[in-house]
Nanobody
Framework: QVQLVESGGGLVQAGGSLRLSCAASGRTFSTYAMGWFRQALGKEREFVAVISSSGGRTNYADSVKGRFTISRDNTKNTVYLQMNSLRPEDTAVYYC??????????????????WGQGTQVTVSS
């Protein structure tokens, strides 16, 4: 079992920055990959970024590449999403999730067994 709690969301102007955090508990954090997903109002949830268990591999959605950075601190059982140059289209509820599969670091939502409750990010124009 893995419990995940996101924080750091809020309201920011376009061009601004936010850092989301996701604190994990339960299973040993360094043994599984972590991903961030988001869901805008009226749209399907989509992949944002993923980081492998060791932090050595990352992958990003094209829409956020170059603006967002995913990282993790396995000593603090926490994964982060640094979001820079935010745009109104980044407005969404952001979720962290745990990928416990052997391959790890998937971009597919169905590979993630555990999810946080989500944190709202609103970018005003």
């Amino acid at each position: 079992q893995v419990q995940l709690v996101e924080s750091g969301g809020g309201l920011v102007q376009a061009g601004g920055s936010l850092r989301l955090s996701c604190a994990a508990s339960g299973r040993t954090f360094s043994t599984y990959a972590m991903g961030w997903f988001r869901q805008a109002l009226g749209k399907e949830r989509e992949f944002v970024a993923v980081i492998s268990s060791s932090g050595g591999r990352t992958n990003y959605a094209d829409s956020v590449k170059g603006r967002f950075t995913i990282s993790r601190d396995n000593t603090k059982n926490t994964v982060y999403l640094q979001m820079n140059s935010l745009r109104p289209e980044d407005t969404a509820v952001y979720y962290c999730a745990a990928d416990l599969t052997l391959a790890g670091a998937s971009t597919e939502q169905n590979k993630y067994a555990y999810w946080g409750q989500g944190t709202q990010v609103t970018v005003s124009s």
